[in-house]
Every structure is written in structure tokens, then in C-alpha cells.
């Protein structure tokens, strides 16, 4: 939908990826999209942090991709993006942005 743009499918995913939980990292991309090596995820994040979309930092032995707040088309390029969400088709939503970010809370019924 959006890889016109973003130069090719995995680049429309990083972002995507990014978009929906707000940072990210190469396996995690890679754990989410059938057809996403770890490589062309760490090659398309890399470029978008060349670029200056994206910064990253060390959290262990884990770099960790997050917006640039600096980056002068930030809103413009989230905006599109958070569009291309919203109308991907329910299917695809649920297949791959529904991951549990936060643990489940101690005690609760099942």
C-alpha cells in the first residue's frame, strides 16, 4: 500500500512496525513478518536512521529504533503512516499488530 512511497514492502513494515508500538528492533520485525529476514529489517533501519526518521540506542546487546522528534517531517510521515493502518484490512491488523506489549497483570482469571 504504502512501499511506492517508503521504496520497497519491508521499508512500509519497519515503519509500520515502528508506528504501531513506537520503537523497535531488527528480530522484532523479523518475529512479526513472514517475509522479513533479520538483515533487510536491520538494512531498512539503518537507513532510515541515516536518514534521520529514526535514532537508535543500545539496551543490551539490543539496538533499539525509536522516532526522531528532530526530523522535520516527523508528523507528516507518522500521519500517513497511522492512515495506512487504519486501512489495512482487520486480518492483516490482527496478524500482525497484535502482540502483547505489557506482561499480564498477576493473578488475573483467565
Known amino acids: 500500500m504504502l512501499e511506492g512511497i517508503f521504496g520497497n514492502a ?3 513494515k ?5 508506528e504501531q508500538y513506537g520503537e523497535g528492533y531488527a528480530r522484532a520485525v ?10 533487510m529489517a536491520q538494512g531498512q533501519l539503518k537507513r532510515f536512521e541515516e536518514a534521520g526518521l ?3 540506542q543500545l539496551k543490551g546487546r539490543t539496538r533499539l529504533y525509536t ?3 528532530r526530523y522535520a517531517f516527523l508528523p507528516e510521515v507518522r500521519a500517513l503512516l497511522r492512515k ?3 486501512l489495512l484490512p482487520e486480518e ?10 505489557r506482561p499480564r497483570r498477576t493473578g488475573k482469571p483467565n
Do not use: C, H, K
Not at 30 to 39: E, M, R
Not at 95 to 100: A, G, H, L, T
Open 10 to 12: 519491508t521499508a512500509e
Open 14 to 18: 519497519v515503519l509500520l512496525y515502528v
Open 30 to 39: 523479523f518475529n512479526t513478518f513472514d517475509d522479513v529476514s533479520v538483515s
Open 54 to 56: 529514526l535514532v537508535s
Open 67 to 69: 522516532w526522531n522528534s
Open 84 to 86: 495506512g493502518l487504519e
Open 92 to 101: 492483516e491488523r490482527q496478524r500482525y499488530f497484535s502482540e502483547r506489549r
